[in-house]
C-alpha cells in the first residue's frame, strides 16, 4: 500500500503542537496489519463479530487514535468517556483534565475522531458526527473493508468548523432513546476534504474522490 501526503496540509492541532506526518503514516502503515491478526484470531462465536456497524465504525477511528497516541508523547487520550474531545494535547492546561476527568469542554487543543465507511465500489468522501454543534476540531478516519479486514483509506483533518457547519440536531421520535445527532454539512466536509492528510493512492485510482475539485489534488 502507498500513501499519498498532502505536504502543504495544516496541521496543527493545539496553540504549540502539530501532527507529526511521519509518525501518522507509521501508523496507517501498520494498522492493517494489526486489524488483519485480530481478525484471524477470531472464533465463529466471538463476541465481536457479532457489533453492529456502526459501533465496528467507531472502533476502528478509536484503535487509529489509540494507535497514534501510543506513537506520541503530544497526544493524551481524555479519559472521560463522554469527555470533549476525545483526544487532548499533552500541556500544562490539559492536566487537571487528564488528573479530574469532567465533562467540562476542554478548549485549547485537542481533537475528536470520527470514522467514515465507504463501500469497495464508492467514492472516498469524509464526514462527520457528533450530539451537538459546538465540535470544532475533527480527525476523519475514512475505512473500508478489504478482503474483511478493515482497512484505512484515508484521514482528514480540520480545526475550523464552526455551528453553521453543522444543522440542528435530530431529537429522535417521540419517546425515541435515541442520542440527538447531527452530520456536517456541505461547508463543514468541505474544510474536512480541503485539507486531507493521508490517501490511499491505489483506492483514489479506483474510486475517484466525491466532489474532486474540494480535495485540492
Same mark, same amino acid.
Given at each position: 500500500?502507498?500513501?499519498?501526503?498532502?505536504? /502543504?496540509?495544516?496541521?496543527?492541532?493545539?496553540? $504549540?503542537?502539530?501532527?507529526?506526518?511521519?509518525?501518522?503514516?507509521?501508523?496507517?502503515? /501498520?494498522?492493517? =496489519?494489526?486489524?488483519?491478526?485480530?481478525?484471524?484470531?477470531?472464533?465463529?462465536?466471538?463476541?465481536?463479530?457479532? $457489533?453492529?456497524?456502526?459501533?465496528?465504525?467507531?472502533?476502528?477511528?478509536?484503535?487509529?487514535?489509540?494507535?497514534?497516541?501510543?506513537?506520541?508523547?503530544?497526544?493524551?487520550?481524555?479519559?472521560?468517556?463522554?469527555?470533549?474531545?476525545?483526544?487532548?494535547?499533552?500541556?500544562?492546561?490539559?492536566?487537571? !483534565?487528564?488528573?479530574?476527568?469532567?465533562?467540562?469542554?476542554?478548549?485549547? +487543543?485537542?481533537?475528536?475522531?470520527?470514522?467514515?465507511?465507504?463501500?469497495?465500489?464508492?467514492?472516498?468522501?469524509?464526514?462527520?458526527? =457528533?450530539?451537538?454543534?459546538?465540535?470544532?476540531?475533527?480527525?476523519? $478516519?475514512?475505512?473500508?473493508?478489504?478482503?474483511? $479486514?478493515?482497512?484505512?483509506?484515508?484521514?482528514?483533518?480540520?480545526? /475550523?468548523?464552526?455551528?453553521?457547519?453543522?444543522?440542528?440536531?435530530? =431529537? +429522535?421520535?417521540?419517546?425515541?432513546?435515541?442520542?440527538?445527532?447531527?452530520?456536517?454539512?456541505?461547508?463543514?466536509?468541505?474544510?474536512?476534504?480541503?485539507? !486531507?492528510?493521508?490517501?490511499?493512492?491505489?483506492?483514489?485510482?479506483?474510486?475517484?474522490?466525491?466532489?474532486?475539485?474540494?480535495?485540492?489534488?
Amino acid at each position: 500500500m502507498a500513501y499519498l501526503r498532502n505536504n /502543504k496540509a495544516y496541521l496543527k492541532f493545539s496553540p $504549540v503542537h502539530k501532527f507529526d506526518m511521519d509518525k501518522l503514516e507509521k501508523v496507517l502503515n /501498520k494498522s492493517h =496489519a494489526i486489524f488483519k491478526d485480530a481478525y484471524k484470531k477470531r472464533h465463529k462465536y466471538d463476541p465481536a463479530n457479532y $457489533v453492529p456497524m456502526r459501533n465496528i465504525s467507531g472502533g476502528i477511528g478509536e484503535a487509529f487514535a489509540q494507535m497514534l497516541v501510543d506513537e506520541s508523547d503530544d497526544l493524551k487520550t481524555n479519559p472521560h468517556p463522554d469527555g470533549y474531545p476525545d483526544i487532548l494535547p499533552n500541556t500544562k492546561e490539559a492536566k487537571k !483534565w487528564l488528573e479530574s476527568p469532567t465533562l467540562e469542554d476542554f478548549k485549547k +487543543g485537542g481533537f475528536d475522531v470520527k470514522s467514515k465507511f465507504i463501500a469497495e465500489d464508492a467514492k472516498i468522501d469524509t464526514n462527520a458526527s =457528533a450530539h451537538h454543534v459546538y465540535t470544532t476540531s475533527v480527525l476523519n $478516519v475514512i475505512w473500508m473493508w478489504k478482503n474483511g $479486514v478493515p482497512f484505512i483509506v484515508g484521514i482528514t483533518y480540520t480545526d /475550523k468548523l464552526t455551528e453553521n457547519d453543522w444543522p440542528k440536531p435530530s =431529537a +429522535g421520535k417521540a419517546g425515541s432513546k435515541t442520542t440527538p445527532s447531527c452530520s456536517i454539512n456541505k461547508t463543514g466536509k468541505i474544510k474536512l476534504r480541503s485539507n !486531507w492528510l493521508f490517501l490511499d493512492e491505489e483506492t483514489v485510482r479506483n474510486n475517484g474522490l466525491n466532489n474532486h475539485k474540494d480535495w485540492n489534488i
